[in-house]
C-alpha cells in the first residue's frame, strides 16, 4: 500500500534514503510567521529564501516538479540551520529535519564544483578531528605573536585573496595559554552529582579555556567531572552539514565513550554540539545496535547552564561590576529551548548588569560552517548584530557557543568595536574566583 506521507520516488528529484518527509512539508499552512526571524528573508525579502519558499521547493523536488539544480541547491545553502522558523511556527514544523534530510540528498547528488567539494572537505576533516586542530596550535601562535597577523591585517593583503579564505583569517580565534580539563575533576565539598564533560573539537582546541572555566565552575558547584580523554567529535558540523555517514559514526564513538565513562548526565557547553546530541535518536533510527541506546541518550545531555540553574548555587559569587550584553546563540535558544538558565546564572553575580541585544532570534551569522562557506551573508548578519550591541555600551558580550564567539568578535572588530566576547561560564568562573577580569580576554 502506498503511503500518503512518503513522495512518489518514481518522480522525486531526492534519492529513497530519508527524502525530506512529505508529513512534515505537509504541516506547513503558509502562514508566514517565520518570515521575520528568518535572518535571511530579514536580508532579502526574498520568499525563496524564507523557511515558507525553502519548504515549497522541498515540496516541488519531491513531487518531480524541481530538480537540485544549482538554484535551489543555493536557496538551501543560504540557509543558516538556525531554527529560528521552529520557534516562531505556530503549526510546530519540523523545519530542522527537512533541511538536515535535504542537505544529505544534496551532498549525495554530488552538485557540488570540485573547489567547493575541496574547501567543504578540508573544512570537515579539519573542524572535527581535535589531532589535527592540535597540529594548527603552533603555526597560528607563531602567525599571531611573531606580528605577522597583525601586519596582513593592516596591510590589505587579504583583500586580495579569495572571499572564503579571508573569512577564515578574520575568524581565527586568539589563542591563549591551552589548559587541559583533567579526566577526573573531583567535586569540592561534598559531592553533589557525577557529570561527563563533552569537550567538543574547536573548543577543546581553540578555546581551552572555556572547557577549563566549565571543569572548575561545576566543581565548585559539587560536581564530579568526568572528560573522558578519548572521546571524539560529536559530529554536529557533519550532521548539520549533510554529511550524514560520517556524522553517525561519530555519533556512536560519542556514545561509547560516556557509556563507559559510566556517567548519566552529559554536559556540553558548545551549542552546536549540544543540539546534535539531543538528535541522536533521530541520526541513528536505522541502526540496529544503536538506535535504542541513541533514543536514551539526548535525555542526557545538557547545556552547562541547564544543568547550573537547576541547582542551588553553591560556591560564593564575587561582584564583577560589568555591563553584559548577552548574546542568544541559535543552537541554544532555538534548538534546544535554553533562553531563561544563563540569564539567570548572570543574574546570580552581584554588581553584573544586564543588557538585551535587539533582534535577538534572529543569528549573528555564525551557523557552524556558514561564515565559511557563505562569507557574504554571514558578514551581513554580523555587521547588523555589531550593529545592535554598539549602543548597549557594554563592557563585554557573552553567548553559549564557539561559532557565535568567533563571528562576534569579528563582527565587532570589523565595526571598529574592541569590545570583548566570553562564554558565559568563563563570567561566572571569574566571578567564583575572585579572578582578574583581563585574565579572562
Ligand atoms: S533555519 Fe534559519 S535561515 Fe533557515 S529557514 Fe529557518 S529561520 Fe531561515
Ligand atoms: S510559520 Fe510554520 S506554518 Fe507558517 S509558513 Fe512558517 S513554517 Fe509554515
Redesign the pocket.
Known amino acids: 500500500m502506498t503511503n500518503p506521507h512518503q513522495p512518489n520516488l518514481a518522480n522525486s528529484a531526492f534519492d529513497a534514503h530519508h527524502p525530506p518527509s512529505d508529513q512534515i512539508i505537509d504541516?506547513?499552512?503558509?502562514?508566514?510567521?517565520?518570515?521575520p526571524v528568518c535572518p535571511t528573508y530579514v536580508l532579502w525579502n526574498e520568499e525563496m529564501d524564507s523557511?515558507?519558499g525553502r519548504?515549497y521547493l522541498m515540496k516541488l523536488a519531491g513531487e518531480g516538479a524541481a530538480t537540485l539544480n544549482p538554484q535551489w541547491v543555493s536557496h538551501m545553502d543560504s540557509c543558516l540551520g538556525c531554527m529560528a522558523?521552529m520557534t516562531?511556527?505556530?503549526?510546530g514544523?519540523d523545519?530542522g529535519k527537512l533541511i538536515e534530510a535535504t542537505r544529505a540528498q544534496i551532498e549525495r547528488k554530488d552538485t557540488r564544483s570540485w573547489s567547493e567539494k575541496l574547501f567543504r572537505r578540508f573544512l570537515f576533516a579539519t573542524f572535527t578531528r581535535p589531532d589535527r586542530l592540535r597540529l594548527l596550535r603552533w603555526p597560528l601562535l607563531a602567525y599571531q605573536r611573531s606580528g605577522l597577523q597583525a601586519l596582513i591585517r593592516s596591510s590589505g593583503v587579504l583583500k586580495l585573496m579569495p572571499t572564503k579564505m579571508q573569512a577564515l583569517e578574520m575568524l581565527l580565534p586568539k589563542l591563549g595559554a591551552n589548559e587541559k580539563v583533567a579526566e577526573v575533576t573531583p567535586a569540592q565539598g561534598i559531592q553533589h552529582r557525577r557529570v561527563g564533560l563533552l569537550l567538543g573539537c574547536v573548543q577543546r582546541e581553540f578555546f581551552p579555556q572555556v572547557n577549563a572555566a566549565t571543569a572548575r565552575v561545576l566543581a565548585a558547584e559539587g560536581f564530579e567531572v568526568i572528560a573522558p580523554q578519548e572521546q571524539s567529535c560529536c559530529g554536529a558540523l557533519l550532521a548539520h552539514g549533510g554529511e550524514e555517514a560520517e556524522a553517525m559514526e561519530f555519533a556512536r564513538k560519542t556514545i561509547d565513550a560516556f557509556e563507559r565513562a559510566g556517567v548519566d548526565t552529559i554536559v556540553t557547553n558548545a551549542a552546536g554540539c549540544g543540539s546534535n546530541v539531543k538528535e541522536y535518536g533521530h541520526l541513528l533510527r536505522d541502526d540496529p545496535q544503536y538506535a535504542e541506546r541513541a533514543k536514551q541518550f539526548p535525555a542526557k545531555c545538557k547545556d552547562v547552564t541547564e544543568v547550573l540553574a537547576q541547582h542551588e548555587p553553591r560556591a560564593k559569587r564575587h561582584p564583577l561590576n560589568l555591563r553584559v550584553a548577552f548574546h542568544d546563540s541559535c543552537h541554544l535558544q532555538h534548538a534546544q529551548g535554553v533562553r531563561q538558565q544563563p540569564r539567570q546564572l548572570l543574574s546570580q553575580i552581584p554588581g553584573l548588569q544586564l543588557e538585551e541585544i535587539a533582534e535577538g532570534p534572529i543569528c549573528c551569522g555564525s551557523a557552524g560552517i556558514y561564515n565559511l562557506v557563505q562569507p557574504d551573508a554571514a558578514n551581513e548578519l554580523g555587521d547588523r548584530k555589531a550593529k545592535l550591541i554598539a549602543p548597549l555600551r557594554a563592557d563585554v558580550v557573552a553567548t553559549g557557543n564557539p561559532g557565535c564567539l568567533l563571528q562576534l568578535q569579528s563582527s565587532l572588530k570589523r565595526n571598529g568595536s574592541s569590545t570583548p566576547v566570553v562564554h558565559t561560564i568563563q563570567l561566572l568562573d571569574a566571578s567564583i574566583r575572585g579572578a582578574q577580569l583581563e585574565s579572562i580576554w
Do not use: K, N
Open positions: 504541516t506547513c499552512v503558509h502562514c508566514g510567521f517565520c518570515l523557511p515558507r519548504i522558523c516562531a511556527c505556530p503549526s514544523v523545519y
